[in-house]
């Protein structure tokens, strides 16, 4: 099976990766308005602003990524600036995935942050956006550790903690300056992360999604016993879940992948299939896919209470999404993303093509551990 580049997806596969990122991401992504932003910032909450970041991993058609093989660190009131491509500017935004750490040997803490031992100094990370909107910071206004929406970053080794702020028309967002919340749609130009805690952090690994523009078409199936819905078709608002937190952490009839997974399920439509630790999808001919949106949960479902104080014990599993034309050339739309307990997943192409050749497919995989597929819904144009 072949492998696809992003520079090859994008046209520019006679360019080096230094060439490419001096030439097309500087069409794409602009500084100069963030160090505006840097200046207010400073004047106005005294952070120590330590860098701001511009050259991402991975850019699609409405998202875009920064995967740092060293995690920045973030001492208490540091902040970092990462930019955000000038093509998702007037995209809504949908969902981020933060990555982040308390480095086990540089935090002042020793304790596992449990209920009977909860640690003595955290080191909290506050993601948030730059509101074109709104023309100030706002935060997610799902649940929080610690102030301005900021989550709790576990002490690990080598291994980032990722935590996934989804779903934004649906939890919200909130104003760093009021607290107050909304949940009208925003877009951003800019984001950053800022140590709000005792303890210092490191951020590894940034998301960051928009909504799409209304699909033409769209397959949605629903696998729980409970009919799973994803709700609205741009902003997946009015989702229903039939399996996850509701449900004590359990998954009725959800279709389980990874470790011990399905290879069956009396719910898989004609031309689906499931193979242990994957879901293989055939993309509709003469379509033009748009997005891919499941909906996904990796508690245990052994119904005790977790340290967040949730229903399952914690799982470890991630998800891995490819588009596998109909030359059977392979290009990875996400790379090993964080699965929560329960939660709306959504993988975009790099470019939405032209329509698509009998054979192509959409494969989810499930790595590491295991997870319960509750729902998914294909988009075209």
């Not at 245990?300 to 891995?320: L, P």
Request: proline letters at 4%.
């Amino acid at each position: 099976m072949k492998k696809l580049s992003l520079f090859v997806c994008l046209g520019l596969s006679a360019f080096s990766m230094d060439v490419f990122l001096k030439t097309e991401l500087a069409k794409l992504i602009d500084t100069d308005y963030i160090k505006e932003y840097v200046k207010q910032d400073i004047a106005e909450f005294g952070h120590k602003v330590k860098s701001i970041e511009s050259n991402p991993s991975h850019v699609t058609a409405f998202s875009v990524q920064y995967h740092l093989r060293s995690p920045l660190l973030l001492n208490p009131n540091e902040a970092r600036y990462f930019a955000i491509p000038k093509n998702l500017h007037n995209y809504p935004i949908a969902g981020i995935m933060l990555g982040h750490q308390q480095k086990i040997g540089e935090q002042t803490g020793d304790s596992d942050n449990s209920y009977a031992n909860p640690d003595e100094c955290p080191g909290f990370t506050s993601l948030q956006v730059r509101s074109q909107e709104d023309d100030e910071w706002r935060y997610w206004g799902g649940p929080a550790s610690g102030k301005l929406g900021s989550k709790y970053a576990e002490i690990r080794g080598s291994s980032l903690e990722y935590d996934n702020l989804w779903g934004w028309p649906i939890k919200g967002h909130r104003s760093v300056k009021t607290s107050r919340g909304s949940k009208k749609l925003i877009t951003a130009d800019v984001l950053k992360v800022v140590s709000v805690g005792c303890d210092k952090v490191r951020v590894g690994h940034i998301t960051f999604k928009t909504i799409t523009p209304e699909p033409s078409f769209y397959q949605e199936v629903s696998f729980t016993k409970d009919t799973t819905s994803l709700g609205d078709l741009r902003t997946t608002n009015g989702a229903k879940f039939g399996g996850g937190q509701k449900y004590r952490g359990t998954f009725p009839e959800a279709l389980r992948l990874g470790r011990s997974g399905d290879r069956s399920h009396d719910k898989l439509p004609d031309g689906w299939s499931a193979q242990g630790d994957k879901i293989i999808i055939p993309i509709d001919r003469d379509r033009k896919f748009m997005k891919v949106d499941f909906a996904i949960g990796d508690s245990r479902e052994d119904e005790v209470r977790n340290s967040d104080g949730g229903w399952g014990s914690k799982g470890g599993a991630k998800v891995k999404v490819d588009y596998i034309s109909a030359e059977g050339v392979s290009e990875n739309l996400i790379y090993r993303e964080n699965i929560g307990p329960e939660g709306i997943t959504t993988a975009y192409p790099l470019k939405v093509r032209n329509e698509a050749k009998v054979g192509s497919k959409i494969v989810i995989t499930v790595v590491r551990d295991y997870a319960f597929i509750m729902g998914i819904r294909l988009s075209y144009q």
